[in-house]
């Protein structure tokens, strides 16, 4: 069963932006940077995670869960360091992922080669 | 510009519209459904198989999309990425594994400019406003938070 939510609502997400692509002059990069930023506000005002809780991978996996996670890193340091969370938040979930992002980047640059 | 000259222009402007493809939106909107349904569901199977190690929700979260940022730079690497990207457009591009094959992609590409002014600075060509901005946002919505709850000291 949190698959087939996983699925529907990951997948209306990304209809989403496909719709809002098609019918603007936004670039992708436009889009990704719009939906980290709205995610990072909704997880702020308290609505990413009622909606993660009920989409699960859906509301995680695209970007503007990434976006929550730098709002979730950002207010678990505050409460537990107070202002200087704030600062150091942003890296506390997702600094997982960055690094990830970097090491598996760079490590397939090396080994491989750009089609065409 | 006269009449004559006009009147072909415009028929050369009707002409360039029509001959235009179309986006299909219908399909592309029902692609990208599909394709960023599925990479969610290989999130939700990498999920529910952290969670059974992992001690809390946060981590479970922040383990999830590094597997699939893992995930899509590998997919990247061997090209299959890209072919996913061509039929699922924004399914494609909007999970975090889209995010990874930004930076994957930039990698590659800038490779041939040299390691640290090619592939060094340029990885974080499309992923660093996403960043730049996540943490703007997050910033600035995490200020109001504190200081409306006075937690802030």
């Known amino acids: 069963m949190d698959y087939l939510t ?3 609502t990951g997948g209306a ?8 692509y098609d019918n603007t002059k936004l670039t992708p990069a436009h889009i ?4 980290t930023a709205a995610g990072a506000v909704l997880g702020g005002l308290g609505v990413y995670q009622r909606f993660a809780e009920f ?6 996996i695209p970007v503007s869960g990434f976006g929550n996670s730098i709002v979730m890193g950002m207010l678990s340091e505050l409460e537990r360091l107070g202002w200087e969370g704030l600062f150091t938040g942003a890296f506390e979930i ?4 960055v690094t990830t992002a970097i090491v598996f980047g760079s490590l397939m640059a090396v080994l491989f080669r750009p089609k065409g | ?17 029509e001959a235009t493809p179309q986006p299909n939106r219908w399909k592309n909107a029902a692609m990208a459904f599909i394709t960023g349904g599925l990479i969610c569901t290989i999130g939700q199977l990498l999920y529910n198989l952290f969670e059974i190690i992992e001690p809390s929700r946060l981590e ?15 997919a990247t690497g061997l090209g299959f990425y890209d072919w996913l990207a061509e039929r699922g457009g924004m399914g494609a591009a909007v999970p975090v594994t889209g995010f990874s094959n930004t930076i994957t992609a930039a990698a590659m590409e800038f490779k041939r400019e040299g390691y640290i002014l090619g592939m060094g600075a340029k990885m974080f060509v499309i992923a660093g406003p996403v960043l730049v901005y996540g ?18 000291f």
């Open chain 1, 6 to 8: 996983a699925f529907l």
């Open chain 1, 94 to 97: 997702t600094g997982l992922g």
């Open chain 2, 1 to 17: 510009m006269d009449k004559a000259q006009k009147d072909q222009h415009t028929r050369y402007q009707q002409m360039v519209k």
């Open chain 1, 55 to 60: 989409a699960g991978a859906g509301a995680i």
């Open chain 2, 60 to 74: 479970t979260t922040a383990v999830t999309q590094a597997a699939m940022i893992a995930l899509g730079a590998v």
């Open chain 2, 135 to 152: 943490i703007l946002s997050g910033f600035v919505i995490s200020l109001l938070r504190a200081v409306l709850s006075g937690s802030l």
């Open chain 1, 13 to 20: 997400i990304c209809a989403l932006a496909q719709i809002i």
């Open chain 1, 32 to 35: 990704l940077v719009s939906f």
